[in-house]
């Protein structure tokens, strides 16, 4: 979601793509196999003399490189069908375009993914404003949210599976936000190829947290076109429709005989120019799903998308609630991305597993409220195959 915007089983049977299983990287022919350890090279410096590193992971088949500057993930790539390998994630080869850009391009967010109504909530009694950058709202943490901050990074080796540690601490009051929260990612490369995150959070003070990541994803290659033909399935019924600046109403809306039902695989596209009021208030996908499962003490799989063309597949696994499906509609061809090639509208899409958007301010959805002498986890798996 671009700050320029207007702004509990999943269903085993379900037909379509909800039938695969996950893991597939491993099982793919030509896929190269081990890891060894992380790599670090220096990737730009900010304007304060901040050195930002880029760190190179490979395993299982799968190549990730991210960013010390918002734990962005870079670059992320998978083999097709025939063994070839492609960027499947949007970003820039320079670290001003991340820093100036506003489409959150793999980033980690915190520390509320997605938007707050009016930058405004109550808690215990005490209101709070937060930092508004999204019209009168806030979104994805405020003008300056984890997406903008240098992480300490700590490679690691477990056994076959290699990764990251991502550590922040928030202070007090940055963005409006109460509490000091001190934050942990982890992202691990299996020796299966799949992308797992796993997110820790401890606060000094009660407040709200809602970490996701942001990666827009186009199973053809970066910068191929569009990803109007990719096939999603989704494990959810129901959906959050919003108001003009794509805030929830608090309706659970059900998606049966809508553009938004994904409970059997369709491709992106079949649906997103009906005229439904939903998709021209947001101009394309850019909602909430309300998954089936509902929290779960583990990762249930609840996505599956495909590209046809080269025939990779990913497959996402939650705990969370909800899945935020946008479909890149405020790319408008003037962004460059890794490959040289512009961005336009439909070019990518994310997939972000959370809370529901506003939930400070609803108290009917799922809490995000955090206390202290609790830990905040949940754990969110990408499996790819072709």
Known sequence: ?????????????????????????????????????????????????????????????????????????????????????????????????????????????????????????????????????????????????????????????????????????????????????KTKVTYTLTRHGDWRIDYEATTDKPTVVNLTNHTYYNLAGEGSGSIYDHELWLAAGRYTPTDSGLIPTGELARVAGTPFDFTRAKPIGRDIRTGHPQLVTAKGYDHNFVLDKGVTAAPVHVVTLRDPGSGRTLKIATDQPGVQFYSGNFLDGTLVGTSGRTYRQGDGLALETQHFPDSPNRPAFPSTVLRPGRTYRTTTIHSFGA
């Open 1 to 181: 979601m671009e700050l320029n915007r207007r702004t509990v089983i999943a269903g085993a049977a379900a037909a379509g793509l909800a039938a695969t299983s996950l893991g597939g990287t491993a099982q793919a022919a030509g896929r190269e196999q081990g890891g060894g350890k992380p790599v670090r090279e220096l990737f730009g410096t900010l304007a304060d003399g901040t050195k930002v590193h880029r760190w190179s992971l490979a395993n299982g088949g799968t190549r990730l490189k991210v960013l010390s500057y918002g734990g962005i993930v870079q670059s992320l790539e998978i083999p097709d069908r025939h063994g070839r390998y492609a960027n499947v994630s949007l970003g820039y080869d320079n670290l001003e375009a991340y820093v100036v850009g506003t489409t959150f391009f793999g980033a980690t967010i915190g520390r509320y993914g997605n938007r707050i109504a009016k930058g405004r909530f109550t808690l215990d009694g005490k209101s709070y404003q937060l930092s508004v950058n999204d019209g009168e709202n806030s979104l994805h943490g405020g003008a300056q949210g984890f997406n903008t901050k240098v992480w300490d990074v700590e490679p690691f080796t477990s056994g076959s599976d290699v990764g990251l540690h991502l550590y922040y601490t928030s202070v007090d009051g940055e963005m409006g936000y109460p509490g000091t929260l």
